[in-house]
């Protein structure tokens, strides 16, 4: 049975940094596609960062290129999501998750992805 868990999300002041976690079980997270997703209230979900399942290669939304990192680590078999530079529009839940099966690459929409953690809030505010 699959499951992700997310973790670190907090009240942050705006050009703070945080670093969130989500860590897997059931899968191996070297081998799946996992993505971060985010969802302010009264917004839709969007996608923040996808990391491919065969070469690694990530795919950043335009609005977190060159403040949000993706990262993971096949010891803790976790994925990271650091974030620097944060602001206001950075408030939202925030989940972590995976495609359905190994080898299956990433996808902008939230549907391409079959498991999901609970969400981490993160508030940006002064």
């Known amino acids: 049975q699959v499951q992700l868990v997310e973790s670190g999300g907090d009240l942050m002041q705006p050009g703070g940094s945080l670093r969130l976690s989500c860590a897997a079980s059931g899968l191996t997270v070297d081998y799946y596609a996992i993505a971060w997703f985010r969802q302010a209230p009264g917004k839709e979900r969007e996608g923040v960062v996808c990391?491919?399942?065969?070469?690694?290669?990530?795919y950043y939304a335009d609005s977190v290129k060159g403040r949000f990192t993706l990262s993971r680590d096949k010891a803790a078999n976790t994925v990271y999501l650091q974030m620097n530079g944060l602001g206001p529009e950075d408030t939202a839940i925030y989940y972590c998750?995976?495609?359905?099966?190994w080898g299956f690459g990433c996808d902008s929409r939230s549907s391409g992805y079959a498991y999901w953690g609970q969400g981490t809030q993160v508030t940006v505010s002064s």
């Open positions: 998750a995976s495609a359905e099966f």
């Open positions: 990391i491919d399942s065969d070469d690694g290669v990530t």
